[in-house]
């Protein structure tokens, strides 16, 4: 059996800039996450007064969990504590755009020793934690693939075409 792999071009120097530094990689993982949102938002969209209410909520759910993360690495004052709102879909679409932004912004504020760092907080059941950044990003970007997936399974069967965010599909277009 004979085996392929990919080789290294030694000719192509550094590497491109979407993963040039940790920061550079999760600027462009959640840019694929704004768009992976689109989608889902599209596709709820294109339903009508056919759109079940529990994707609406799995996307609220994944927002919010993105905003209340962000305002503990900042320290917000404004603890977030309804992490399944009852959001309709134009304040999901609406809280989309300003989340991703307000993730975005965070992204381009710190450098990457800052995402390496510690810091403390204090979880929904009162628990003091230390957690790292990049272990955050981590997080809220596996959280939003996982719960786009189960908007997927619940949009798919409605839908004249099964929606797809997987990003891969994101990366063939730019």
Same mark, same amino acid.
């Given at each position: 059996m004979t085996e392929t792999f990919l080789k290294a071009d030694a000719s192509a120097g550094a590497l491109p800039d979407a993963v040039s530094s940790y920061l550079a990689y999760f600027? @462009? $993982?959640? =840019?694929y996450d704004r768009w992976a949102n689109g989608r889902a938002l599209d596709a709820m969209r294109s339903l009508g007064d056919r759109l079940p209410a529990r994707p609406v909520h799995r996307l609220s759910h994944l927002l919010i969990c /993105? =905003?209340?993360w962000v305002g503990r690495m900042t320290r917000s004052p404004r603890p977030i504590t309804d992490f399944f709102p009852s959001w309709t879909l134009a304040e999901a679409a609406t809280r989309a755009a300003s989340i991703g932004t $307000?993730? /975005?912004r965070f992204i381009e504020s710190i450098d990457d020793a800052m995402l390496l760092a510690e810091f403390e907080y204090t979880s929904s059941e009162g628990g003091r934690? @230390?957690?790292r950044? *990049?272990?955050v990003l981590t997080q $809220?970007?596996?959280?939003?693939c996982y719960h786009r997936g189960q908007i997927a399974l619940e949009l798919n069967p409605l839908l004249p075409a099964p929606i797809s965010t997987?990003? *891969?599909v994101f990366s063939r277009i730019g």
């Open positions: 600027a @462009r $993982l959640f =840019e /993105q =905003e209340m $307000l993730v /975005q934690y @230390r957690n950044p *990049i272990d $809220l970007s596996q959280h939003g997987d990003y *891969i």
